[in-house]
């Protein structure tokens, strides 16, 4: 399902790795198509993999009953990529540092991280149930307007 | 988008060819079960050639991790060869770079491990 309104798409789609796989691969055409060099492309695909991926796996659990929303926009000055699940909720201020010496050697944990270190701005909203993620990347003079 | 894994064994050491995609499901629950695997078997010095993964997410390097803290604690040595660029940039911005022995030689990889 899509719908568009100005130059935002927006999909709504199964808690499923097929889903994580089309939202990554939306996001790496979106930042292609605004003229973005190639490690930011990989940086912001990799950004909003794992979203869809905490949405899917953290925030709705596989559950089949439950939804991802992704929608992308290139506002001009920015790509703005927003990923909302119907969990529990996510308060990120409660989530383990990463790069803390107790949690270096743990085998999960650096999704957010990545995300952060991805993008130039990462905004959350609860949503009552579930969580948005807002990721924005800005584009350069280059890019702008393209 | 899966990955592809192969087995060789070069002077008593395992070599994990991988390539394609490390990812959260099929990528990384493979080198999951292949790590497994070899430990089962006791096969324990272990090297992963990482020179064809051309990505790999949050799920691919805990699995990285997780493989480097199951052979260890099982008294064996997990190293990582020919990182591409993206890789070695992932594991230095999550600090993993340090942790693990990273080699860009096959031969003093395996010259490396320590003789049984």
Redesign the interface.
């Known amino acids: 399902m899509t719908g568009q309104q100005a130059s935002r798409i927006t999909y709504t789609l199964d808690s499923s790795l097929d889903s994580v796989n089309k939202v990554e691969e939306t996001a790496e055409q979106m930042a292609r198509k605004a003229g973005v060099d190639e490690d930011n492309i990989f940086r912001i695909s990799m950004a909003v993999r794992e979203a869809a991926v905490n949405a899917v796996l953290h925030g709705n659990a596989y559950d089949p009953e439950k939804r991802m929303t992704a929608s992308f926009e290139n506002t001009g000055t920015s790509l703005v990529i927003r990923i909302t699940d119907e969990g529990k909720g996510l308060d990120p201020s409660t989530l383990p540092d990463p790069l803390a010496p107790e949690n270096l050697l743990r085998g999960s944990g650096r999704g957010i991280f990545l995300i952060r270190s991805f993008m130039d701005e990462v905004h959350f909203r609860q949503l009552h149930p579930g969580t948005e993620l807002t990721l924005i990347k800005h584009l350069g003079p280059a890019e702008a307007g393209a | ?1 899966s990955m592809k894994i192969s087995t060789r064994h070069v002077d008593g050491v395992t070599i994990l060819d991988l390539g394609g995609r490390i ?3 099929e990528g990384s629950v493979q080198l999951r079960d292949a790590v497994r695997d070899l430990l089962g078997k006791g096969q324990k010095k272990i090297l992963l050639n990482l020179g064809d993964v051309n ?1 790999i ?3 691919g ?3 990285l ?2 493989a ?2 199951t052979v260890r604690n099982q008294g064996g040595e997990l190293k990582l060869l020919n990182l591409t660029r ?1 890789v070695h940039d ?1 594991l230095q ?4 770079y340090t ?1 693990f022995d990273v080699k860009d030689d096959e031969a003093s990889a395996i010259a490396s491990y320590a003789q049984a």
Do not use: A
């Open positions: 988008m990812t959260l499901g990505y997410d949050s799920s390097i805990g699995e991790v997780s480097y803290t993206k992932l911005i999550t600090k993993l942790v």
